[in-house]
């Protein structure tokens, strides 16, 4: 579930703070990293660097359920001390057609924009192209926060769903193929879980990968696993359907 908590609200606008009102001028680099922070205490899978032969223009990307459905995001910062001029929407909706990988771009400027910049980025890319300045960067993390007895209800209802989907999946393995990509993912944790590890998601921008983090104790000692799930698109290209026993 794509969102933030309450208690990392107040860390989230610190880092906008910062991202306002820190140093002057402000290092790019030192821009890019306050901004991956910020969406990264909003939930969203956060990657550093673009795609393979596809990144240029690209700080960073980030994943996760906006407006509805899963989307991936391409992220260009300004930190420039004037306000971003046409040119930056124009960049932007060249960079998302250009890759099949992006769903929107956004670019988020330390200055804020010229009026002629948001009038492009409403006639050119409406629904494609997000133009986010400080503030208006506040007000979209304000509206991430989920209410703690939200967030419960959510886990434990998709946790329950998971397990069912691993039941299903260890009776009728055929069943495996009907996943989606974060389905795949989430119902091996709860299979490893039904049979005694300890098992957490782990980030995909910080992992070299791998999908979750296994633990169990054995003779006193423990022990650490890492997984990587593939969920192949291509039916030629998928491994057999495994063979997947619960315990009792």
């Known amino acids: 579930m794509t969102g933030i908590t309450a208690d990392k609200l107040n860390a989230a606008l610190g880092l906008i703070d910062r991202f306002e009102n820190g140093e002057q001028p402000l290092a790019l680099q030192d821009a890019e990293q306050l901004v991956r922070r910020i969406f990264d205490a909003c939930g969203y899978e956060v990657t550093q660097s673009g795609f393979v032969g596809g990144d240029q223009g690209v700080d960073c ?3 996760g359920l906006i407006d509805g459905r899963n989307q991936t995001v391409a992220v260009e910062v300004r930190v420039g001390r004037r306000p971003a001029d046409i040119k930056c929407v ?5 960079l998302k057609n250009k890759s099949p990988n992006f769903d929107r771009a956004m ?3 330390r200055a804020g924009f010229l009026a002629e910049t948001l009038r492009e980025a409403e006639s050119l890319g409406l629904g494609e192209i ?9 007000n979209w993390v304000r509206k991430q926060v989920i209410p703690e007895d939200v967030t419960a209800s959510y886990e434990r209802i ?3 769903a998971m397990k069912s989907l691993a039941d299903l999946v260890a009776r009728y393995p055929q069943a495996l193929a009907k996943l989606q990509w974060w389905e795949v993912e989430a119902v091996p944790r709860e299979a490893f879980e039904g049979m005694g590890f300890g098992a957490r998601k ?8 791998f999908d979750v983090e296994l633990t169990i104790s054995e003779g006193g000692k423990r022990r650490v696993f890492l997984v990587e799930v593939k969920h192949w698109t291509d039916q030629r290209n998928r491994c057999p359907a495994p063979t997947l026993s619960c315990p009792s």
């Not at 782990?202 to 990968?209: A, L, Y």
Request: charged share 15%.
């Open 202 to 209: 782990t980030r995909s921008s910080k992992d070299g990968g």
């Open 107 to 109: 670019v988020i400027s």
């Open 61 to 63: 990307y980030f994943s």
């Open 130 to 138: 997000d133009l986010i300045g400080p503030a208006a960067l506040r």
């Open 90 to 94: 124009q960049q932007a909706f060249a």
């Open 158 to 160: 998709v946790g329950g």
